[in-house]
């Protein structure tokens, strides 16, 4: 069975979570080759065992490479380690023995690999997996990659999820859009965001700016909206450093929203300044999608 086929049978044994992202009525699977809803809006799956459900043309400033560096950092050099822990104990403590099925979608998943390394920390068999970009690169690449999960190129604006549909969503380090989170999850169900802080790659952020006095990044507005959308049930800090050899530093440079606007020859600079460990420094909020009898809370 092609990739393509073994992804179409995933989605066809979650087929109920989706809903056409034109005209938002249920759809179907036909002969393990296409998504199709309702009035007949078809959504084909790729060969490396995505769909690409955009409804419009998008750009984005993440390319291959940028995806290759961020698994590579993910995967090898243990940066994100603790994270990944601590995320899969709130999921793990949170699921009821009733539930038979959880669904977990990553909002802004990236190549899939913070997605992949969740899952594997919780070890539930129960968990269903779904990564959701705009990138198709970074889509295409996770489905190469990761072969359990429903991976999906969208638009989170227009989500191809269907109302109360998902257990928890992921937003790591990524854009957020809560209105479409709230109509996607369960009532009750889990937001976890995951914010920087202000020493967040600190190192990094010196050496690009060359040691210039640079505003100091706060993210108090990004917690007050956070807590205007959802119940926060807790806010968890994790603050350490890791040491980084050249090759794990080159991809963290690279992988960096931080560095887009930088020259070849400051990336370069960067890279060769001597920087042998950096600072991972972030929140996560948990919240809850609380919801009164009548209508949102």
């Known amino acids: 069975m092609t990739n393509k086929e073994k ?54 400033h993440y390319d291959k490479q940028l995806f290759t560096a ?14 990944h822990e601590k995320i899969s104990e709130v999921i793990n403590d949170a699921l009821s023995a009733a539930k038979d099925e959880i669904m977990i979608v990553d909002a802004g998943c990236g190549e899939g690999s913070h997605l992949q390394r969740i899952l594997d920390e919780c070890e539930n068999v129960r968990i269903t997996g779904i990564g959701l970009d705009i990138s198709k690169e970074g889509i295409r690449m996770a489905a190469s990659n990761y072969k359990e999960s429903i991976w999906l190129v969208g638009d989170l604006a227009n989500s191809p999820l269907a ?10 380090l990524s854009p957020a859009n809560y209105k479409k989170f709230k109509r996607v999850l369960v009532p009750n169900g889990f937001v976890i965001k995951v914010v ?34 959802f119940h926060l049930a807790d806010m968890i800090n994790l603050s350490y450093t890791r040491e980084l050899n050249h090759k794990e530093l080159t991809n963290l440079v690279q992988m960096s929203p931080l560095a887009w606007n930088s020259s070849k020859n400051d990336i370069n600079r960067i890279i ?5 460990e950096v600072t991972v420094d972030l929140d996560i909020l948990i919240g809850i999608n609380k919801q009164i009898k009548g209508g949102e809370e």
């Open 196 to 229: 920087p802080r202000t020493h967040y790659l600190k190192e990094l952020r010196e050496a690009i700016f060359d040691g210039k006095d640079k505003k100091v990044y706060k993210n108090d507005e990004t917690i007050s909206l956070f807590k205007q959308h």
């Open 272 to 276: 060769n300044q001597g920087i042998s």
């Open 7 to 60: 992804s179409a049978e995933l989605v066809n044994k979650y087929v109920h979570v989706f809903s056409c992202p034109i005209c938002k009525s249920p759809m179907e699977v036909t002969h393990l080759k296409s998504l199709v809803c309702l009035n007949n809006h078809t959504f084909d799956f790729a060969k490396q065992g995505y769909v690409n459900m955009l409804t419009h043309a998008a750009h984005s």
């Open 70 to 83: 961020r698994r590579e950092i993910i995967l090898k050099s243990g940066l994100y380690t603790f994270l």
């Open 163 to 172: 109302d109360q549909s998902c257990h928890f969503i992921l937003n790591i």
